[in-house]
């Protein structure tokens, strides 16, 4: 190994340095501070847990992102947290058990095995809430409220927000009664957006001509709230389900409009990212200049039944590192800086200042750099045989 070898990171590893570290934890405060204040309990789920309660529930895309090890002292596998939804819904189904509505947030890091195209980096830092125990709309239209505040916190100045529900999807494909490779072929079809090849795949499996029309034409309801309007005139005759989603989105998109007019809404009825495990509502929140969503959650409601406590749910979570990046301004100089004396009354002066709140950097003795590489745009300078706080020249 070469001496520049010794410092390289692993692919999609990433280090954070100032000032990007203090703009991190500024903003994990204010949204600790911001879901605290809507009711949220803070957690610490664990870094490492046995895989069969890690990957409970979550289908095969989390395993695929789980790094793997043997615990040293059982013999058994555990993995490393991808991603602390499941974790949540643990502590809430066999650690908490509490009755009614539970809200819960953590801030913590995740690792990946491979870097998420959507995602970025395979470590990222993942703030988020996830609300047990109610399976009415207000609870999800709460969770759509606050991952929208999370946004303005960070600084998000343009929203776009893009909403669906997969039990649209869920329904029309329980209604056609197809096997797992049919099922699969119409999904993969549906997920690349591929109207002639989903038209192929539901003619060769969908014996019902209206439920073949109505898969058919999920391609293409995406665009603005008018796509609802349309889907009732598709969806005529759909299971009732269908049609309770459609009410419960345009719910929805009221309760956005009410505290939110100027975020941008976008329909996707087609959206398909998280089938395994989402039940209902889903979303994801953009802002420009970015390629992936800021902020994505949605309704889970089956994944505590492998703990023996079937909870409804639901949720958002975003990745610290990506929303530290929104709307950041050059960090003005904020320092008093004071010189290399270990006189008394420096140290007095010094020490009442940080009790204060002050950020005060004391130089060393020898050191070279100046208070401009510290970010200090004071200084300490005595005064009549006083310390007193002046402006740098």
Known sequence: MTIADRWLLPDGMDEVLPPQAARMEELRRALLDLY???GYDQVMPP????????LTGTGTDLDLQTFKL????????????????PQVARMDAHSLKRQG???????????????????????????????????GQQADLEILRLALSSLVVAGGSEI??????????????QAAELDAAQERAIFEALELKS??????????????????????????????????EEARSVFTEAPAAVEAALDQLETLIAGVR???????????????????????????????????????????????????????????????KLLAS??????????????????????????????????????LPGQRTGPEQHCCNRQLVQENGTWQVSSLA
């Open 326 to 363: 929104l709307a950041i301004e050059p960090s003005s100089p904020d320092g008093i800086w004071a010189p290399a004396d270990e006189s008394p009354e420096l140290r007095d002066a010094v020490n009442a200042l940080r009790a204060s709140g002050e950020r005060v950097v004391q130089a």
């Open 195 to 228: 109207p002639g090849d989903l038209t192929r795949r539901v003619k060769e499996s969908v014996s019902d001509s209206a439920l073949s029309e109505m898969l058919v034409a999920l391609a293409e309801l995406h665009g603005g709230t008018e796509v609802l």
């Open 36 to 38: 605290y204040r809507w």
């Open 258 to 320: 009410s505290d939110y007019p100027d975020v941008d809404l976008y329909i996707d009825l087609a959206e398909l990212r998280g089938y395994q495990y989402h039940t209902g509502m889903m979303f994801a929140a953009y802002v420009p200049g970015y390629g992936q969503a800021i902020a994505k959650g949605g309704r889970y409601d089956d994944t505590g039944r492998a703990f023996g406590r079937a909870r409804p749910a639901t949720g958002f979570s975003m990745d610290l």
């Open 160 to 173: 776009h927000l893009a909403l669906g529900h997969i039990g649209i999807y869920r329904s029309l494909v």
């Open 70 to 85: 043997t615990d040293q002292l059982t013999g058994r596998m555990m993995g490393v947290s991808a991603d602390v939804t």
């Open 101 to 135: 509505p539970v809200r819960l947030s953590y801030c913590t890091n995740v690792l990946r095995a491979k870097a998420d195209q959507y995602q970025g980096g395979r470590s990222p830092v993942q703030v988020g809430v996830e609300l047990f125990g109610h399976a």
């Open 47 to 54: 870094p490492v847990e046995f895989l069969n309660s890690l």
